[in-house]
């Protein structure tokens, strides 16, 4: 992404550097336009499908660590790496998925709420305005908790995908019969999963910020009175290098640990429910006499029961 940065920059950098030096009174040409702004959808669409492929193959890859971290295997990144690729397209559904699910529901409540204080609005301009506030309050409120409900229902997909290599669908499905019955303690595990990668991600960002500061200090007193855009970059790449660094540190921390988290979590809710421990003796190479059955629910190994 960075080098897509440099390439970008070095394509448009005179333009960039003429739309820099108008005045305020100035327009930009459309010649110094277009090019611009070509290049930030295109970086910007190159962004999404980066993060999308990045955030895929570690929601696949933290899975398949857990996966042979559980069987008490070695775990080799050739293999992590050939199961988390191998997923990955499924994940990024299943991720996707999740998100609509949780976020489409509160999207449409919202906007009969927008619509209706429209509505009151447009009859009374007066105490129109209290009431669309109000109801912006009553929408917030009534749209926060089914979000979340919805989020944790099927917050274990992304691990019954690499788990069971279950489709974008299925696990939804999947996961929304693994929570039934436990949705308030997969709540609170998952929330404080949450907080604690949050609160670690941020104290690691810290220390890089401050680091940044003394380049970026020293690059910019070595600056003209009038500088470029180019020296202003160049200035600031100390800082700027030590920031992304910080944050993606910072993201891998607040990203992996509530993956693993869940992942935890996916295989609790199947020992518990599905008398998993047979079927992990199994997949070991122990004996799996000395485990007895444990839930309602027939061995994995069972015809028609999902594997491990």
């Given at each position: ?16 550097e ?8 100035e327009?930009?040409?459309s010649t110094?336009?277009v090019?611009?702004?070509t290049?930030?959808?295109?970086l ?16 696949a ?8 971290a559980?069987?008490?295997?070695p775990v ?5 790496w ?41 009859m009374?301009?007066g ?8 109801l912006?309050v ?11 409900w ?12 690499v ?14 019969q693994l929570?039934k ?8 595990i998952?929330l ?6 949050a ?14 500061l ?22 600031m790449?100390g ?14 921390i607040?990203?992996?640990f ?5 992942g935890?979590l996916?295989?609790d ?7 998993l ?6 997949a ?13 629910v027939?061995p ?9």
């Amino acid at each position: 992404m960075g080098a897509a940065v440099a390439v970008a920059y070095s394509a448009v950098s005179d333009h960039l550097e003429r739309v820099v030096a108008l005045d305020y009174d100035e327009t930009a040409s459309s010649t110094d336009v277009v090019p611009l702004v070509t290049a930030g959808i295109v970086l910007g669409l190159l962004g999404i499908v980066t993060i999308s492929v990045v955030s895929g193959l570690m929601y696949a890859a933290v899975p398949a660590v857990l996966q042979e971290a559980v069987l008490g295997r070695p775990v080799a990144f050739s293999t992590v790496w050939r199961r988390a690729w191998a997923r990955v397209v499924p994940v990024i559904g299943a991720v996707i998925l999740t998100s609509l699910v949780a976020i489409v529901p509160v999207l449409l409540v919202m906007v009969a709420f927008f619509g209706l204080a429209v509505s009151l609005l447009t009859m009374d301009g007066g105490s129109g305005a209290a009431v669309a506030l109000s109801l912006g309050v009553v929408g917030a409120l009534a749209t926060g908790p089914l979000a979340v409900w919805l989020w944790i229902k099927v917050c274990l997909a992304p691990a019954a995908v690499v788990f069971e290599g279950q489709g974008p669908v299925a696990a939804l499905r999947r996961s929304a019969q693994l929570v039934k019955g436990d949705w308030w303690r997969i709540f609170g595990i998952t929330l404080l999963a949450g907080l604690m990668a949050a609160v670690a991600g941020y104290l690691v960002q810290i220390p890089f910020s401050f680091l940044g500061l003394f380049p970026g200090i020293l690059g910019t007193a070595s600056l003209d009175e009038d500088p470029s855009t180019a020296a202003v970059v160049v200035a600031m790449s100390g800082y700027l290098v030590a920031t992304l660094l910080g944050m993606t540190v910072s993201q891998i921390i607040s990203t992996t640990f509530p993956q693993l988290v869940t992942g935890l979590l996916y295989v609790d809710r199947r020992i518990r429910t599905e008398n998993l421990g047979p079927v992990l003796a199994e997949a070991a190479g122990v004996p799996p006499q000395g485990f007895p059955h444990q839930g309602p629910v027939p061995p994995p190994y069972a015809a028609g029961t999902p594997q491990w």
